[in-house]
């Protein structure tokens, strides 16, 4: 589970700090006839402003 969702839930206890290895690139990938769509750009446009709102820690 990841510290966001720990957080975002509550009421738990860190016992295992992460590790470097535990860490994953994510990648969203989309079709290049799609890329510009209006939900497209909409989902994209949401996740940035998410994202931003991330805390590493």
């Known amino acids: 589970m990841s510290r966001l ?3 975002e839930l509550g009421g ?3 016992v295992l700090a992460p590790r470097d290895e ?3 690139p994510l990648w969203l990938v989309t079709h290049m006839d799609l890329h510009r769509t209006t939900k497209v750009q ?3 446009t949401f996740l940035k402003e998410r994202a931003g ?3 590493d820690t």
Request: proline share 0%; hydrophobic share 55%.
């Open 12 to 14: 738990l206890t860190e």
């Open 42 to 44: 909409a989902f994209l």
């Open 5 to 7: 969702q720990a957080r």
């Open 53 to 55: 709102q991330w805390d």
């Open 22 to 24: 535990w860490s994953a």
